[in-house]
Nanobody, 120 residues
Framework: QVQLVESGGGLVQAGGSLRLSCTTSGPTFSGSAMAWFRQAPGKEREFVAGIRFGKTYYGDSEEGRFTISGDNAKNTVYLQMNSLKPEDTGVYYC???????????????WGQGTQVTVSS
């Protein structure tokens, strides 16, 4: 039974930064594949970044701008977002799965989502 709670979303101007947090409870955090997905209006929920056993993965548009990290002691995963663009706008969801995945349909547990809006 995994529970995920996101926080840190908000409104930011293009070029700015935000840091999202996802606190987890339930099965082992260190052995789980954690990820962030984004869903924009009219679009499918898409992969943003993932982490498992210290290895990180990013979508093409996020590489070099976003950084995913975890703190096992706090059971928390973070998404540092820099150089934000209007196209980064959407609801960001924390996700947990047994293995790394870029497919939303493979995700076992979801957070409630946090809104990120980037103005131009």
């Amino acid at each position: 039974q995994v529970q995920l709670v996101e926080s840190g979303g908000g409104l930011v101007q293009a070029g700015g930064s935000l840091r999202l947090s996802c606190t987890t409870s339930g099965p082992t955090f260190s052995g789980s594949a954690m990820a962030w997905f984004r869903q924009a209006p009219g679009k499918e929920r898409e992969f943003v970044a993932g982490i498992r056993f210290g290895k990180t993965y990013y979508g093409d548009s996020e590489e070099g701008r976003f950084t995913i990290s975890g703190d096992n002691a706090k059971n928390t995963v973070y998404l540092q977002m820099n150089s934000l663009k209007p196209e980064d706008t959407g609801v960001y969801y924390c996700a947990a799965s047994p293995m790394q995945t870029r497919r939303a349909t493979d995700v076992r547990s979801w957070g409630q989502g946090t809104q990120v809006t980037v103005s131009s």
